[in-house]
């Protein structure tokens, strides 16, 4: 039997998957999904047989957001006092790269989940949306600011204050998503999109990722100085020596850190 309740988890080569198996609940994120998904998350990630990681849902469903039952009792004292979606921190920390592959719905926390990984690929049935504002709250996984962040203050703002669904198109369009595939293709492309990623070496991977959720989270002048020091601090492993001798001898590199 798995070890956890709400998900389903594998390997395929180097690349873990995560699926989200709720299918009754379209997915919804509830506290046993957030705990699932950061613990096997983290389990991956200490893993260094695993270069890359896919999170997933169903055909209908990447996730339909928060679980709405479980939230609607909720205090505003209790959410503080319980830090109700604080691990979801961690799920963000993951320092291999996380690869959101999403089709049907992924509204609300499903949006959020999507864009707390590295990469986003879309099916053409993706669905994506903030409809928080029609339950009379906002969205609480971040979204007001990575969906700024990711698409522009204008933008963001519209998608927020209206909960207006787009499609896997309009979302390409407008950045926030990082390529949009046949539905019938999604799982696969997402395997082959992490085994490419999969096949570099690890130190540059977490720098990598690392200097991206900088970007992401600061402003130019600290991101620049972040990816100064990340830059340079490769030149002290040996897969950076390797990678750039196999450039000079024209030959595929052997990175040992894989
Ligand atoms: N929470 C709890 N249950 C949910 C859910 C959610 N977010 N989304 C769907 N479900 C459940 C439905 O209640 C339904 O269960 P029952 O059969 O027991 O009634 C089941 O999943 C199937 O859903 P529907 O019958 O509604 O399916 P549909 O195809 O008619 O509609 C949908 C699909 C448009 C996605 C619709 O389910 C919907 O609007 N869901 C809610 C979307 C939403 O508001 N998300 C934001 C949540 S708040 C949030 O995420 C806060 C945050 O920022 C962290």
Redesign the pocket.
Known sequence: MSEYETILTSTQGRVGWITLNRP???N?LNTQVMRDVVDAAEAFDADQGIGAIVVTGSER?FA??????E?EALTGTQMLLEGH?APWSRFAGVRTPVIAAVAG?A???GC?LAMMCDVILAADTAKFGQ??I??G?I???G?TQRLTRAIGSYKAAELILTGRQIGAEEADRIGLVSRVVAAAELLDEAQRTAETIASKSLPSLYAATAALDVARESTLAEGLRFEQHAFAALFDTDDQKEGMAAFREKRAAAFRHR
């Open positions: 009754e609940a379209l919804a469903a339909a957001g928060a679980d709405i039952k939230m979606f719905y509204l609300g926390g959020e409809p928080e029609n339950l709250v969205p609480g996984m979204g």
